[in-house]
C-alpha cells in the first residue's frame, strides 16, 4: 500500500509505543484509518507498525521523535506536508507526569514536563490545526486528564500542566468549530496503561477499585470526538469525582482528592 497518496487522511497519534496511545492506534486501525505513530522509542513504534499493518492491512507511518523539543514538532509537521501527507486527525497524548513534592523534584524534570504537555502539545496544536482550517475539516482530540479540574497534592505540576490542556482545548472547541475542526478533550481519571509506575504514584486502595482498563477510555475519547463534543469524562467515579469539584470549594474536594491519591 501506498504511504504518499495526499488523497488519503491520517490518524497522527503522538505518544503512540504506549499506554493509551497503542490502544488508540489499534482501535482506528480496526477502522481501517492511515496511522501515523510518534514517539521517541523507535523499536516500539516499529513493533506496533508491523501488528497493525498484518492485523488490520492498513498504512502506518512510523516517526521517532522527541517531541519535548519544539523544534522536533516543526521538523515533523515539514515531513509531512512535504510527502502531501494530510493529518485529518490528531491525538495529542504525549505527556509525562511525576509523584511527590515539587520542591523534591529537580528544576530540570519539572520544566521537562512542561516542555512536553504543555509546549509541544501547543505547537502540535498550532501546526495542524492551520492545515485543517484551510480544508475547513478535521478533528483535535486532547488528552488531558480528571486531575486537571483542581491542583492536586504531590502531582502540582502534572495537574497544572493538564488544567492548561483541558482550558486550551475548551477554548479552541469555539474557536475553531465554525472552521470544520472539531476539539474534544478527553479527561480520563486512573487508568492501566503504565503511567502510574513512571510517574512513582503510589496506588491506593480507592484507585486501584477505580483504575479503568485503556480500551473503554480510548472508546469513549474517539466517540466524543466523532460527535463533536467538547469533552469527556469516562467512567461513573470519574464523572462522580468532576461533579464533586463543581458542587464543592476547593478545600474540600482538594482534601478528598489529596486522601484519594495517597497524599
Known sequence: MSTSTKDKSWVLVTGASSGFGVEFAK????QGRSLILVARTLSKLESLAAQLRKEFDVDVIVEQVDLSAVTAVKDLHQRLRERNIL?????NNAGHGLQGPFLDHSLDHSLAMIDLDIASLTAMT?????????????????VASLLSYQGVKNFAVYSAAKAYVL????????????????????C?????????????????????????????VVRAGIQALQAGRMSVVPGFGNKAMAVL??????????SIMAAVMGN
Open 27 to 30: 482501535q482506528y486501525a480496526a
Open 87 to 91: 493529518v485529518d486527525v490528531l491525538i
Open 126 to 142: 498550532r501546526l495542524f490545526a492551520e492545515d485543517m482550517r484551510a480544508r475547513r475539516k478535521g478533528h483535535i482530540l486532547m
Open 167 to 186: 482550558r486550551f482545548s475548551d477554548a479552541l472547541h469555539r474557536e475553531l468549530k465554525g472552521d470544520g475542526v472539531v476539539v474534544t478533550a478527553l
Open 188 to 216: 480520563p481519571g486512573m487508568s492501566d496503561t503504565g503511567f502510574a509506575a513512571e510517574a512513582k504514584q503510589e496506588l491506593t486502595p480507592v484507585l486501584r477499585r477505580i483504575m479503568m482498563q485503556p480500551q473503554p
Open 245 to 254: 469539584t463543581w458542587a464543592t470549594p476547593r478545600w474540600l474536594h482538594q
